[in-house]
């Protein structure tokens, strides 16, 4: 028997034999632009947004050339997206305090908590991001009351408690995995030098495990940065709300349309693209040699 | 049945817990249009991922340097975008460009429809995270058995069907499964154009109904149950699957 790999559950084995059938899989991480130069990202970035730009552009000459539009609605769609970024790091902190929380109480002692901490996590694991956006954006009040004073809840609130929801269930995984992984040897020497649970978790069992933690939560991240755009389904103006407005302030012009989504995926891919290489950096950086 | 039908709306009149999907015939047959159009669309999307993923992992071990680089640019660029804005992209740019047919009643309409465009959508984006995964299943291959293959006179595409293929295919089922999972939970996207898919038509149902903490509720349900029941299957295809002595 085999151990699984933590983040694919690829079986990983190691076996003595000099014909093997099958060799260990080694997860892979995506390579980069094989030999692609940050100058060919450019140039085809650019081929993306102003090709059909230029291809328009003959066609109808008194009009704005859509490139020209495009620049004169960037700072809108710049601030949009400043706001998904603030509310996916919104969202990742708070999904990651309750989520750590629930990790810890899948590896608790008592059976109860273990359960529902168990249980609470595949729920939200299992429920799609968009379901649990409209839970949240639907069910929660516009306002509360506490103690006669009235809070009101904005809807990009309640999106970042929606997007929370999913991203607390996906930490409590990652810890529950990271806390898994470690060998229990590290648990019996901390016992047979007397320390108590509390002072193992937290001393020797965790300190450790934040190495582990760290790429598939950055991945988490990236994940939920990708996952805010859906705030725009539930009308929370952020960079896709805007560029539809901005798309339907311009008439609806066709020749518009790929400039100003193309403009979109090359915002979160110049943002999420060097997270990602990152992640796999850290990831070879702190991989473990058993 | 209509016993049971009918003790829901009295369930309705009693409680005010409103499940008009299940008594009244016409949003029954919604949702229940709505729940086979997210498991079409699963198994369509399904299919050419995989399809995407096994000449995807192919093109990159050719020889050509360009071919490489363009497989990895698209594994990145799917990898690295949100996926509604590709399937903005894709129905709103791409779609608007295409040419219109004349449709039955003599309009013009275009000549895919939002279901096409989320299939074609969703399954680029499922088919990047594919690539990967079955190149990982490609290079547990030991190269001795290529070789050996080689030996016998296999040509190379023979190799890949015949030999490396249904090898491969059996060490990536756990990270393919994963996959598959969150592609179900990413049909749900499909609601933003409009594809009557059971998200979708739950809010025509809430809409119609004024009941929305029911149908919220019974939505986290129905995907919590088809997720369970997808992995649950899987789990056992896997172990069905599993090369004997190997792992």
Redesign the interface.
């Known amino acids: 028997?085999?151990t699984r790999h933590e983040n694919?559950?690829?079986?990983l084995?190691t076996y003595k034999t000099d014909?093997?059938?099958?060799?260990?899989?080694?997860?892979?991480?995506?390579?980069?632009?094989?030999?692609?130069k940050p100058k060919h990202i450019v140039i085809?970035a650019a081929l993306v947004i102003l090709g059909?730009s230029l291809a328009f552009a003959q066609v109808g000459a008194p009009i704005l050339t859509p490139f020209a539009v495009l620049l004169d609605w960037m700072p809108l769609l710049l601030e949009g997206f400043i706001f998904n970024l603030v509310i996916s790091v919104s969202a990742m902190a708070l999904g990651t305090a309750v989520g750590a929380m629930l990790g810890l109480g899948q590896i608790s002692l008592l059976r109860v908590t273990r359960g529902t901490s168990w249980f609470v996590t595949q729920?939200f694991r299992?429920?799609?991001?968009?379901?649990?956006l409209?839970?949240a954006m639907?069910?929660l009040p516009f306002e509360i009351k506490i103690f006669g004073l009235v809070v009101p809840l904005p809807d990009w609130f309640k999106a970042i408690l929606g997007l929370s929801l999913p991203v607390m269930a996906n930490v409590s995984e990652i810890v529950r995995g990271a806390v898994k992984s470690l060998p229990s040897g590290q648990w019996e020497a901390a016992e047979s030098l007397a320390y108590s649970r509390q002072q193992t978790l937290w001393l020797i069992i965790l300190p450790q495990c934040v190495k582990r933690m760290l790429p598939p939560w950055m991945n988490l991240y990236?994940i939920l940065t990708?996952?805010?755009?859906?705030a725009?389904?539930v009308g929370v103006s952020e960079v896709?709300t805007l560029t539809a407005q901005a798309l339907a302030a311009e008439g609806g012009r066709?020749e518009l349309?790929?400039p100003f989504?193309?403009f979109?995926?090359l915002l979160?891919?110049a943002y999420?693209?060097p997270i990602?290489r990152f992640t796999v950096w850290l990831e070879k950086k702190f991989a473990v040699i058993n | 049945m209509d016993l049971v039908f009918d003790w829901f709306r009295v369930l309705y009149d009693e409680t005010g817990i409103n499940l008009p999907f299940i008594y009244d015939g016409y949003d029954r047959n919604r949702m229940i249009d709505g729940f086979f159009t997210t498991i079409w669309l699963s198994v369509v999307c399904l299919f050419f991922s995989v399809i995407i993923g096994v000449i995807g992992a192919w093109l990159q071990g050719s020889s050509f340097?360009w071919t490489?680089?363009i497989v990895?640019?698209y594994?990145?660029?799917f990898?690295?975008?949100?996926?509604?804005?590709?399937l903005?992209?894709f129905y709103?740019?791409?779609g608007?460009?295409l040419p219109k047919v004349e449709n039955d009643w003599g309009g013009q309409s275009p000549i895919l429809g939002s279901f096409a465009w989320a299939a074609i959508s969703l399954s680029f984006f499922a088919g990047a995270f594919n690539v990967?995964i079955f190149?990982?299943?490609i290079?547990?291959?030991?190269k001795?058995?290529v070789e050996a293959a080689e030996a016998l006179g296999f040509s190379k595409l023979q190799i890949y069907r015949d030999i490396t293929m249904p090898?491969a295919i059996r060490?990536?089922i756990?990270?393919l499964?994963?996959n598959l999972?969150n592609l179900v939970?990413?049909?749900?996207?499909a609601?933003?154009i409009a594809v009557p898919e059971m998200?979708y038509e739950a809010n025509q149902i809430w809409s119609d109904n004024v009941n929305?903490?029911e149908m919220?509720i019974f939505?986290?349900l129905a995907?919590?149950a088809l997720?369970?029941v997808l992995?649950g299957g899987m789990n056992r295809w896997e172990r069905a699957m599993k090369?004997p002595?190997?792992?």
């Open positions: 028997m085999g694919s559950g690829v079986w084995m014909l093997p059938v099958m060799l260990p899989v080694t997860p892979r991480s995506p390579e980069p632009f094989a030999g692609f085809i059909p729920f299992n429920a799609p991001w968009l379901v649990l409209f839970f639907f069910l990236s990708m996952a805010t755009v859906l725009s389904i896709m066709p349309l790929a989504y193309g979109v995926l979160f891919f999420c693209y990602a | 340097k490489r680089r990895n640019g594994i990145q660029l990898r690295n975008t949100p996926p509604l804005v590709q903005y992209f709103f740019a791409i608007t460009v990967e190149r990982s299943g290079e547990a291959v030991p001795s058995t090898l060490v990536v756990p990270a499964n994963n999972v939970k990413t049909t749900t996207l609601y933003a998200l929305v903490t919220m939505m986290l995907y919590f997720v369970g992995v090369i002595g190997f792992g």
